[in-house]
């Protein structure tokens, strides 16, 4: 589904990202992983195609994303739901219509079609009961949840999900998890998240890309993770007291 391959990026000739290179699966969950400037978004935005990227090192959909024309770029596009750490859900429109938004303006969908499809992914991030309300007559979590069932409204086969339990609680944040497992589950998206929950990590990764200074210090399983003797690696995971490995998902 992703394939990088030797990415290198520079800001003012500092080099931020170093010969990176790794793969996701489809159906995975792949966590990138990573200290506070370590190249993680410089990444998620090259994925994303915010910044230029050179050619033939980012294969999404099987398919080198420097070398799209334009209506590739726009399938390309429709084929990626992202959920922003903040949500970003408009505050003067209802839980519905922010949901709504994308298949208004990109499909010529009848609005009571519309109107079903939002009501079933409200009902799939059990929010149900929530079409009717503004943003701010939610909660923390339900406007998590209200963010995720905005990014899957157009029917993603990938979900770029950048810090989605930033600011929950351990009970709101186990909620999100299982849900982005289920979509992974029932729906089949293949889902990147960079997130520093430890507990969400061993929930829900399949995968775990972790960057030290723009290099990968580690790629593998999070069992693998959790018995890497790589310094970096050790000291992550040591921090997440309580946390529990669940391999079931
Ligand atoms: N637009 C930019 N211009 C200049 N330098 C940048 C720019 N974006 C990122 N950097 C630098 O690149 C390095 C990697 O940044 P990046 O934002 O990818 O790290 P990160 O792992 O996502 O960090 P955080 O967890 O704090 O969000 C940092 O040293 C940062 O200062």
Known sequence: MIEVKGLTASFDDRQVLKNVSFTVNEKEIAVILGGSGSGKSTIFRHMLRLYD???KTIR???????????????EFFMKLGVFYQNGALLNSLTVGENVALALEQHTSLPPDIIENIVRTKLELVHLGDAYQLFPSQLSGGMLKR???ARAIIMDPPLLFCDE???????????SLDQLILNLRNLLGITVVMVTHEVSSILRI???IIFL?????????TPEDALKSDI???????SKGTGATLTTDH
């Open 60 to 74: 999404i959909f099987d398919k080198d994303i420097a070398d799209l024309n334009e209506s590739e770029q726009l």
């Open 164 to 174: 989605p339990g930033a600011g929950l609680d351990p009970v709101s944040l186990a």
């Open 205 to 207: 990764a399949d995968k």
């Open 231 to 237: 310094p970096v690696v050790k000291d992550f995971f």
């Open 146 to 148: 209200a963010a995720l």
């Open 53 to 55: 990227v050179p050619y």
């Open 212 to 220: 030290d200074d723009g290099v990968i210090a580690f790629k593998g």
